[in-house]
C-alpha cells in the first residue's frame, strides 16, 4: 500500500527558505494518474491549499503565495518537493503531502501523509 | 477572497444525524462539481470521505452522504458515533482570482 512521508527542516528562519521532501514509498494498486500536492494548517487554523503538481512538473498555486512558492516532483526518485521563499511566522504550520484521486491537480487528496510541523523563529 | 464559510462547530448525540454546510460562490461550490469533504483526527492523516460533490471513496462507511444545492454544499453524518467526532474540511475548485482550490474554515463535530 502506498504511503506517504514528508520530511524536511522544523525550524526555519525568518526570511529564509523552506524546503520539504514528500517521500513515495510503497506498492501503488491505482491504474490512473494523480498528481501531487502539499496543504497546510497553522496551530489552530483551517487547511490551506498550496498547490500541486502534475507528473509532467506543470504546477498550480494558491494566488497568496504565487511568487514565493514552487513544487517539483521526480518520479524516479518517488519523491516531491514544496519550496517557500521569504518565510514570515505566518507560514509557521503543519504540511501535509498528499496525492489527488485523479488527473488533474484540482482533484480531491485521496492519500494524504501525517504531515511535518514547520515552526519560523529566529 | 476568503474561504468556504462552514459553520464553526456542530454537535449530537449518539445514533443522531448532523449536516454540515460549505458555503460559497458561482465561481466555485456553485459552479463547479469539484467539492470535497475531509475528516481531520488530531496527529492522524487526514481522511477523504466525500469528492465530487457526493461520491464516497471505497471504504468510507455509508452513513456519510452529501449533496449541493446552488452554493452550498452539505455533509450529513447519520447514525453518529463517538470516533465521528473530529474536524471537518470542506474544498473546492475555484476558478475565480487565477484557478486553484479552496479549502472551507473548518467544522469542529462534537458527539456528546
Known amino acids: 500500500q502506498l504511503q506517504l512521508q514528508e520530511s524536511g527542516p522544523g525550524l526555519v528562519k525568518p526570511s529564509e527558505t523552506l524546503s520539504l521532501t514528500c517521500t513515495v514509498s510503497?506498492?501503488?494498486?491505482?491504474?490512473?494518474?494523480?498528481?501531487w500536492g502539499w496543504v497546510r494548517q497553522p496551530p489552530g487554523k483551517a487547511l490551506e491549499w498550496i498547490g500541486t503538481?502534475?507528473?509532467?512538473?506543470?504546477?498550480y498555486y494558491t494566488p497568496s503565495l504565487r511568487g514565493r512558492v514552487s513544487i517539483s516532483v521526480d518520479i524516479p526518485k518517488k519523491h516531491f518537493s514544496l519550496r517557500l521563499t521569504s518565510v514570515t511566522a505566518a507560514d509557521t504550520a503543519r504540511y501535509f503531502c498528499?496525492?489527488?484521486?485523479?488527473?488533474?491537480?484540482?482533484?480531491?487528496?485521496?492519500?494524504w501523509g501525517l504531515g511535518t510541523l514547520v515552526t519560523v523563529s529566529s | 477572497q476568503p474561504a468556504l464559510t462552514q459553520p464553526a462547530s456542530v454537535s449530537g448525540s449518539p445514533g443522531q444525524s448532523i449536516t454540515i454546510s460549505c458555503t460559497g460562490t458561482g465561481s466555485d461550490v456553485g459552479g463547479y462539481d469539484f467539492v470535497s469533504w475531509y475528516q481531520l483526527h488530531p496527529g492522524k492523516v487526514p481522511k477523504l470521505i466525500i469528492h465530487g460533490v457526493s461520491h464516497r471513496p471505497a471504504g468510507v462507511s455509508d452513513r456519510f452522504s452529501a449533496s449541493k444545492s446552488g452554493t452550498t454544499a452539505s455533509l450529513t453524518i447519520s447514525g453518529l458515533r463517538t470516533e465521528d467526532e473530529a474536524d471537518y474540511y470542506c474544498a473546492s475548485y475555484r476558478s475565480a482570482d487565477y484557478p486553484h482550490v479552496v479549502f472551507g474554515g473548518g467544522t469542529k463535530l462534537t458527539v456528546l
Open positions: 510503497g506498492v501503488s494498486t491505482s491504474v490512473s494518474s494523480h498528481c
Open positions: 503538481v502534475y507528473e509532467s512538473g506543470s504546477a
Open positions: 498528499a496525492r489527488t484521486n485523479g488527473g488533474t491537480y484540482y482533484d480531491a487528496f485521496d492519500l
